[in-house]
């Protein structure tokens, strides 16, 4: 890696590593790193740390400026970013502090099939998949909207899937805000978000986005696994992906209109990408209204998605999805900024909390998480890479107290695109993971020596920390069998 | 000779460092690059035009425009783009006549998806009179 970082990370403990205030001027807060002394030696290689301290200049900051241990080099906030802003002290919102992929998430849907069940079948599965599920460079639906229809999907989000039978009422139990954050108005989003988003619901895209068949192979927490429907043996579905072209418009419209505010409010950012405005601003609202769309056409995207992979799973093994147990453990959203209630030295605030790349967490009794699973706390998927593990953790009282409610959101990549294919030849790497028992299929010419296994840091590795720090606890681990790669 | 640019190092996502003789040259070979990044462009023949118009406050905002205009036209009229015509140049302008091929039969030339062309640590250059300019996409 070209550039690493220079400055100084302090211990505070066997996992957190604090940049002090004192390592740029204009910091507000120190930079809160988790990690662990392996994690930290590639974390220090790219400029994932700087990418810390330049978020803890962004004004109404509070109390740090965080990185999840599987923390990258990203744009703006470094993937793994979180950050807190006091929307009543003048804190910001900024489009680079959730990302172009708005909402981009995971959601993880439970079967009553057994591994030994699925696997004489897994050539036929997931060559449906990939041919029912479109993916790829600007991957485009059968399910095409118009303008009226798709401000219907901004304002309803996966229930507007749920209407038209493409699912039940029990999914949106199973996905974070029932995949509806209120608050969205079509009125924010141009012409030009409308066009991109005509034709992409039920679209998987490219890139690091994957649909997987999974088999679960260890259970660390017996009860909140037969909560969350999941056993040893059994097959599970994760579908990764998120707002598509109609989120990327948004994001980038936005950051444009920031970058030309950020006079008007007095603030100066160390990076463009950081351009914001406060959350009570005209700017700030406009932003969040229209993020929000977003938000909700992605928890969309996503119950459209399952819908079809329930559809060709009904095919392939001639049962309906209820009857093979088809329904849905959780949906998370992992690039999102949130107004939540903390407390901040023994006041009850409220503040912007910007997730990239790092997922809701709360613990248990927390009134956010649905009754279903209010008892346990909030299920946390995490996703690995193609060849190793996945998981489900739960979130924690800690997390809430010590990270605004947040965890670690993948494995993180740890070689850069360009390395990973140089490393290896896609006629290897499907060698490779054909020998592990994993059947690949991939749109994208380049995407699956871009996807290798070892270009992403080990994903137990960066559980290991999350679970460690006390910020969410392992539920179960599953690898998989069949991948679909955009 | 000079490159008209270079895929670099970044963990995440995908950066270029795009060179030009002049302002104009760099904003095409930027361009250029990305659409390496998006497709296959090896021996592909241009069969439409489009004319695009963009404007911004400065020179770095100039060139995220331009390059977030031609990914909103690949997206939404499905050409792949390969030659990139910039008539007029300013700090603050740029009109450019691009030209492209239809995805259609194309298909087999896509490589990855590009979300957009970011502004962070985005800093136009001039080393030994050739102007440089690293930029990251999101994919």
Redesign the interface.
């Known amino acids: 890696?070209?550039e690493g970082w220079q400055g100084q990370l302090q211990k505070i403990d066997d996992y957190r590593w604090m940049i002090p205030k004192s390592y740029a001027s204009g910091m507000r807060v120190p930079g809160v790193i988790y990690a662990d002394e392996n994690l930290l030696a590639s974390i220090n290689r790219?400029k994932?740390p700087q990418q810390v301290a330049n978020a803890a200049h962004l004004p109404g900051i509070v109390k740090y400026s965080l990185a999840m241990p599987d923390i990258?080099?990203?744009?703006?906030l470094p993937?793994g970013g979180v950050v807190a802003t006091d929307v009543e002290e003048g804190g910001v919102i900024t489009p680079?502090g959730v990302?172009?992929?708005i909402n981009c998430g995971v959601r993880m849907i439970r079967t009553d099939l057994t591994e030994k069940e699925v696997i004489p079948k897994i050539d036929n599965l997931i060559h449906a998949l990939f041919s029912n599920v479109p993916s790829?460079?600007?991957s485009k639906s059968d399910i095409k909207v118009s303008d009226a229809e798709e401000a219907k999907i901004m304002l309803k989000g996966a229930r507007w899937a749920i209407d038209r039978g493409f699912g039940v009422k029990e999914d949106l139990d199973r996905t974070e805000e029932s995949g509806c954050m209120e608050g969205a108005d079509p009125s924010k989003v141009s012409d030009?978000a409308f066009?991109?988003g005509s034709n992409q619901s039920g679209t998987l895209?490219?890139?690091n986005h994957f649909l997987e068949v999974q088999a679960v192979d260890e259970i660390f927490d017996d009860e909140a696994a037969s909560v969350f429907g999941v056993n040893k043996g059994s097959i599970t579905v994760m579908i990764h992906c998120g707002s598509r072209?109609f989120g990327?418009?948004i994001?980038?419209e936005y950051?444009?209109g920031m970058?030309?505010t950020l006079a008007k409010y007095g603030i100066s950012v160390p990076?463009?990408?950081l351009?914001c405005a406060p959350v009570k601003s005209p700017e700030g609202q406009a932003y969040i209204a229209a993020m929000k769309c977003a938000a909700n056409y992605a928890w969309n995207n996503r119950q459209c998605l399952m819908h079809k992979v329930r559809g060709v799973f009904e095919k392939v093994f001639g049962v309906g999805w209820k009857d093979l147990g088809m329904s849905l453990v959780w949906d998370v959203a992992h690039n999102i900024a949130k107004i939540e209630k903390y407390d901040i030295d023994g006041k009850v605030k409220q503040l912007c909390i910007h997730r990239k790349g790092a997922t809701r967490a709360f613990g248990p009794d927390n009134p956010a998480v649905p009754q279903i699973y209010r008892r346990i706390g909030q299920p946390v998927i995490i996703p690995g890479d193609m060849g190793r593990n996945s998981y489900v953790l739960v979130g924690t009282k800690k997390a809430e107290e010590e990270t605004f409610g947040s965890t670690c959101h993948g494995a993180g990549?740890?070689?850069?695109?360009?390395?990973a294919i140089n490393a290896q030849g896609r006629y290897t790497l499907l060698r490779d993971l054909a020998a592990k028992g994993i059947k690949v299929m991939a749109a994208?010419?380049?995407?699956l020596a871009?996807e290798a296994p070892y270009a992403y840091k080990n994903v137990n590795e960066v559980v290991d920390v999350v679970h460690n720090a006390g910020i969410s606890k392992r539920v179960c681990r599953m690898r998989p069998i069949g991948v679909i790669k955009? | 000779m000079m490159k008209p640019f270079e895929?670099?190092?970044?963990?995440?996502?995908?950066s270029i460092i795009a060179y030009g003789k002049s302002p104009k040259e760099l904003f095409q070979n930027a361009a250029f690059g990305m659409f390496s990044i998006?497709?296959?462009l090896e021996g592909i023949k241009t069969s439409t035009e489009l004319e695009i118009s963009v404007e911004a406050?400065d020179r770095?905002?100039l060139l995220?425009?331009w390059l977030?205009e031609l990914l909103?036209n690949?997206?939404?009229k499905?050409i792949i783009f390969c030659e990139f015509g910039i008539r007029e140049l300013t700090e603050t302008n740029l009109t450019a006549r691009v030209k492209g091929r239809f995805?259609g039969e194309n298909k087999?030339r896509?490589?990855?998806?590009i979300?957009?062309a970011?502004?962070?640590?985005?800093h136009i250059t001039k080393n030994d009179d050739i102007y440089e300019v690293r930029i990251?996409f999101?994919?």
Not at chain 1, 72 to 76: F, N, R, S, T
Not at chain 1, 413 to 419: D, T, V
Not at chain 2, 7 to 14: E, G, K, L
Not at chain 2, 118 to 122: A, K, S, Y
Request: charged share 30%.
């Open positions: 890696m070209s790219d994932a990258h080099w990203g744009y703006g993937i680079g990302g172009y992929d790829g460079v600007g030009r066009e991109r895209g490219s890139g072209g990327h418009q994001c980038d950051s444009k970058v030309r990076d463009r990408q351009a990549r740890l070689m850069s695109r360009k390395a994208g010419k380049g995407t871009e955009g | 895929i670099v190092d970044h963990t995440a996502d995908i998006l497709a296959d406050p770095e905002e995220i425009e977030d909103y690949f997206y939404t499905n995805i087999n896509l490589k990855t998806e979300k957009a970011t502004r962070h640590d985005l990251v999101d994919v």
